[in-house]
Structures are given as structure tokens and as C-alpha cells.
């Protein structure tokens, strides 16, 4: 399957704790893009990444978020002392090339993150 | 105003019928123009895509976008139930930024 990989798909923090949610792009693809969904809302970009650079973060909070994409392995999306406010899907897309030209984004399956 | 618009619905058609989905963008600049599918607890499947000024028809589906009036329309021929689900439309601005309308439910009645 070349789709886009999350994992973990459902993760479970207590308060102060953190969470790491991995994505895999399609093969051949690029750039990532990570976006949150809350529930019956829609999706709100995070950040926007290419191998070992972060392109834009200005959709993510300036606080407790980081985002990586290192030159081998996946993205990750780490989210420090983690709060209520961030039980929400997480969801990773992929595209061959820079957002812009033309080129679609394929998304992962997601990752539901529940903070009690 | 919100930088993607779309009417959250939710829109009930019934089987067989055309289904009309719209979507309005403030930035000039954008264009890059794509409608996707995400049914209940799943993630966004790409449907169509558009970056020209007109028509573009696959299968059931044809997106239609005129830039000149910084809109974008999806029409479903022949609805199916299975087409029950929410539409999001999105737009590559000219900032190269990816935004999401909060989409629009459809309900296509048996």
C-alpha cells in the first residue's frame, strides 16, 4: 500500500503529558502538511514541511507544537503538555511537490488523540 | 469574511437528482482549487481538482471555477446515497497556504 501512513491511529494522554504522531508520505512524495479537525469542524492547517525544513508553521500553536521531517523516517508531529483543547484528529497529507504547483494532497487515515 | 466559504448544509437531495455544492474564496491570488469527500469519522479523499477557469467533468462529478468571481462549484449527477458525506472545498492561496471551508453536509434520501 503507497497511501499515506498515520500511526498511532487513536492515542490516549493524561494531562501534562506527550503526544508523538507519526506520518509517512506516499512514496515519491515530499512535502507534508499536517492539519487538525476538530469534531463537526473543519480542517485547520498546522504546518507544511519538505525533507529536514519547515516551510510554513503559521497555522500551528507557538507553544507545547513542534514539527519535524527529518532527512530519513517519518514526520512527526509532538505536541508537549498536552491539554484538553488538543483531543482532536490529527490528520498528515502528502503531496509530490511544493503546495502551489498544481499538486494535489493525499490524506492519511489520521490520528484521534484524546487527552483526559 | 472567512478566506473559504461554503454552506454547511445540510443540503438533502433525492436519489438520482444533480447535487450543487458551492464554495466563494477572497484571495485573489489562489489557484489551486480542489473538492473533497470525508465521510463520518474518516479522513479527506480527494474528489477533483481544478485550476482553470471553466468546466472539468469525471465521471458523476464536474467541478466548475471562475476565478473572476472567486467561486468554485461541485455538481453530482445522479446522487447516490453513498454520496452522503461532507464536501470539503480548498484552496492553494497565493501565499502557497492550503485553506479547508468547513464544508457542506449532503444527505441524498433513498
Known amino acids: 500500500n503507497a497511501g499515506v501512513m498515520q500511526n498511532p491511529r487513536h492515542l490516549v494522554r493524561r494531562r501534562g503529558q506527550e503526544a508523538r504522531l507519526r506520518c509517512s508520505p506516499m512514496?515519491?512524495?515530499?512535502?507534508v502538511y499536517w492539519y487538525r479537525q476538530l469534531p463537526e469542524e473543519g480542517l485547520k492547517f498546522m504546518v507544511y514541511?519538505?525533507?529536514?525544513?519547515?516551510?510554513?508553521e503559521s497555522g500551528m500553536p507557538k507553544e507545547r507544537f513542534s514539527a519535524e521531517f527529518p532527512k530519513e523516517g517519518p514526520s512527526i508531529l509532538r505536541i508537549q503538555q498536552v491539554v484538553r483543547g488538543d483531543s482532536a484528529a490529527y490528520f498528515c497529507?502528502?503531496?509530490?511537490?511544493?503546495?502551489?504547483?498544481?499538486?494535489?494532497?493525499?490524506f492519511g487515515p489520521g490520528t484521534r488523540l484524546t487527552v483526559l | 469574511q472567512k478566506e473559504v466559504e461554503q454552506n454547511s448544509g445540510p443540503l438533502s437531495v433525492p436519489e438520482g437528482a444533480i447535487a450543487s455544492l458551492n464554495c466563494t474564496y477572497s484571495?485573489?491570488?489562489?489557484?489551486?482549487f480542489f473538492w473533497y469527500r470525508q465521510y463520518s469519522g474518516k479522513s479527506p479523499e480527494l474528489i477533483m481538482s481544478?485550476?482553470?477557469?471553466g468546466d472539468k467533468e469525471d465521471g458523476r462529478f464536474t467541478a466548475q471555477l471562475n476565478k473572476a468571481s472567486q467561486y468554485v462549484s461541485l455538481l453530482i449527477r445522479d446522487s447516490q446515497p453513498s454520496d452522503s458525506a461532507t464536501y470539503l472545498c480548498?484552496?492553494?492561496?497565493?501565499?502557497?497556504?492550503?485553506?479547508f471551508g468547513a464544508g457542506t453536509r449532503l444527505f441524498v434520501k433513498a
Open positions: 480548498a484552496v492553494i492561496t497565493g501565499g502557497f497556504k492550503t485553506i
Open positions: 514541511l519538505q525533507k529536514e525544513n519547515i516551510i510554513d
Open positions: 481544478i485550476y482553470s477557469n
Open positions: 497529507a502528502s503531496s509530490i511537490s511544493m503546495a502551489g504547483s498544481y499538486n494535489e494532497q493525499f
Open positions: 484571495d485573489r491570488g489562489s489557484q489551486s
Open positions: 512514496k515519491g512524495h515530499s512535502h
